[in-house]
């Protein structure tokens, strides 16, 4: 079974610091990773997804994402923090084979102090 | 292009009573998939539709159902509603659904309160 565990529930940087937000993964077959955001009162948006080719994987907003096999790790990266970031954001998995549903991890809350 | 659009947005019920959210998906799309969200549990997988069946499910209880219309519009219905079912209900539309690696599209929930 697959399943993503992301470490840390809430956290906070400095307008313009670094964005590091930590997602490992668990999958017995290559997997397909997604980070979505969630901001206040409104459903999920796509923010990038992996899907076997480029490891760096670049999204919308400035962020991206690396994947690391030898990890396990899909971690999500943002060079310089802007107070719009403010938002939840899900890591997910899936698989390209059988009818395996998408799997979200529990959700990283992100607060940009200005 | 409308978006993924959730009736009604928020619900307040009692306990052991019946509701039924309804999801209208994006033009075109055949994948309606329902999510349970409550703080420190993320997003835990109910169901997916496509095409008017039953795809894929995830470990809810009987009392949670679904369906889908013709036009692809889908219903969740709770039964004997428990304070432990007080969450956002979402749902996310897509073409082909959850078995290949398309982004899905959500829609901003039904916060559902059970007292």
């Known amino acids: 079974a697959q399943s993503v565990t992301q470490l840390g529930s809430h956290v906070s940087v400095s307008e313009g610091a670094l964005v590091l937000l930590r997602c490992n993964y668990s999958?017995?077959?290559?997997?397909?990773l997604f980070w979505y955001v969630q901001y206040p009162n409104q459903g999920l948006q796509l923010l990038l997804k992996y899907t076997s080719a480029a490891t760096l994987v670049k999204g919308i907003n400035g962020f991206e994402a690396e994947f690391k096999k030898s990890e396990t790790s899909f971690h999500l990266t943002k060079p310089s923090a802007h107070m719009s970031d403010a938002a939840e954001y899900f890591c997910a998995v899936s698989t390209p084979f059988g009818n395996e549903k998408l799997t979200f991890g529990t959700g990283t809350r992100l607060t940009i102090i200005p | 292009k409308a978006g993924v659009t959730q009736t009604p947005r928020y619900l307040i019920k009692t306990r052991g009573q019946q509701v039924t959210l309804s999801c209208s998906p994006i033009?075109?799309?055949?994948?309606v998939s329902w999510y349970q969200q409550t703080p420190g549990q993320g997003l835990q997988f109910l169901f997916e539709y496509f095409s008017e069946t039953q795809r894929n499910k995830g470990n809810f209880p009987g009392r949670f159902s679904g369906r889908q219309f013709s036009n692809s519009r889908s219903e969740m219905n709770v039964s004997t509603l428990e304070l432990g079912d007080s969450a956002l209900y979402l749902c996310a539309s897509s073409r082909q659904g959850m078995a290949t690696n398309e982004k899905l599209f959500f829609g901003s929930g039904t916060q559902l309160s059970v007292l």
């Open positions: 999958s017995s077959v290559p997997p397909y």
């Open positions: 033009s075109g799309h055949r994948s």
